[in-house]
């Protein structure tokens, strides 16, 4: 059986060279033209901008858009730009009880590198149904092939504890080289 998780994903810069045209899009495309999922994708190059559209994702009109996929460079606890940075903390407090049925996956290096009761706290004030993303360094290819194979299991699994089980089955290898997370709400 299928249950449609669809992607709302906001991306940031991933280099200053124009040349190079690094980005998740074209891998959203892919799913989206192989019926797996459909996505709506906006570019974000500030923090200001980022939080405003995480607050419209959590909008009534996006209600089929469940996962809410965060694309930027990162460490533990925070994604950004250079030297702009956004914190958890900071999108826990703005988005505080509006992410109910949302799952939160952070495509980048590190974010996610918490002790899990911290990322617990993230889920029980926001509302969220999961939080993911990697605890270590990853390069760009790999982590987000392993992001599309999150996604596609999402789509076949209603419970979020199943999905974790299904992608230690299938990807249980390759994820834990990536350092990949999932918390599920309590």
Request: hydrophobic share 35%; proline share 2%; net charge positive.
């Amino acid at each position: 059986m299928d249950y449609k998780k669809n992607v709302i994903c906001i991306e940031g810069s991933w280099t200053r060279d124009v040349t190079k045209h690094n980005s998740v899009l074209h891998g959203l495309d892919l799913l989206d033209k192989n019926r797996i999922l459909k996505y709506s994708h906006k570019p974000s190059h500030f923090k200001e901008n980022t939080l405003t559209l995480l607050e419209k994702f959590t909008q009534k009109t996006y209600k089929n858009y469940s996962i809410i996929y965060l694309s930027f460079h990162g460490e533990p606890g925070m994604i950004g730009w250079g030297k702009e940075t956004l914190s958890l903390d900071e999108i826990e407090t703005r988005l505080a009880g509006r992410l109910t049925g949302k799952i939160l996956h952070f495509g980048s290096c590190q974010t996610v590198n918490l002790n899990k009761r911290r990322l617990t706290k993230f889920l029980v004030n926001t509302g969220a149904t999961a939080i993911s993303g990697f605890a270590t360094d990853v390069g760009f290819i790999e982590s987000t092939l392993f992001d599309f194979l999150y996604f596609e299991t999402c789509q076949h699994q209603n419970n979020m504890a199943d999905v974790e089980s299904e992608m230690k089955i299938k990807y249980g290898q390759f994820g834990r080289r990536l350092g990949f997370r999932i918390v599920v709400h309590p």
